[in-house]
């Protein structure tokens, strides 16, 4: 009995571990990359080790200068509609509910953190990169010329694929 109890725990716990990483991993798998251009932020974290801090330009949205259907509040859901503009991805439009698109544009869900009333900001869950410890720093320096591949899924999820310096992709080593 108490087997069967240990094997049944060991289950359970492989399916929430499961449940935690396979959407990330799918999205990685079978997302489409796109490619967002960063903004430096300074990094500082004792306890989570050596990570890059990612603010993208999509993060800080003038909303005069976007459609959206109507105003948002601090901590709602928001989804966004990008496209290719030449190197990078930008906002097209800006909803409260998942919209339809077109096969060579992509949504991306986030959170609206704060309105001011002409400008919102949002964080879209991929704001932070672990890299190999002694690299935060390095990379962080560089920022204005780190860019981004984002793997995005049809469920408008995104996460973080490569950084890249100067377009090129970074090796850790």
């Given at each position: 009995m108490k087997q069967k109890q240990f094997l049944l725990l060991m289950a359970y716990s492989l399916i929430v571990i499961s449940l935690i990483f396979l959407p990330k991993y799918a999205t990685l798998d079978q997302g489409k990359e796109i490619v967002l251009k960063t903004e430096p932020v300074d990094p500082r974290d004792v306890f989570r080790g050596d990570y890059v801090i990612l603010s993208y330009e999509i993060s800080n949205l003038n909303v005069n200068e976007t459609p959206y259907d109507y105003d948002f509040m601090d901590g709602e859901h928001i989804y966004a509609v990008l496209s290719e503009k030449e190197i990078?991805?930008?906002?097209?439009?800006?909803?409260?509910?998942?919209?339809?698109?077109?096969?060579?544009?992509?949504?991306?869900?986030?959170?609206?953190?704060?309105?001011?009333?002409?400008?919102?900001?949002?964080?879209?869950?991929?704001?932070?990169?672990?890299?190999?410890?002694?690299?935060?720093?390095?990379?962080?320096?560089?920022?204005?010329?780190?860019?981004?591949?984002?793997?995005?899924?049809?469920?408008?999820?995104?996460v973080v694929k490569q950084l890249l310096l100067n377009g090129e992709p970074i090796d850790f080593k």
């Open positions: 990078y991805w930008t906002i097209d439009s800006l909803s409260h509910a998942k919209p339809a698109i077109e096969d060579k544009d992509v949504c991306m869900k986030g959170t609206v953190t704060r309105n001011t009333g002409d400008t919102i900001m949002i964080e879209w869950g991929i704001e932070s990169y672990f890299v190999p410890e002694g690299e935060g720093w390095q990379i962080q320096e560089q920022m204005e010329n780190v860019s981004v591949i984002v793997s995005v899924d049809k469920g408008c999820s995104a």
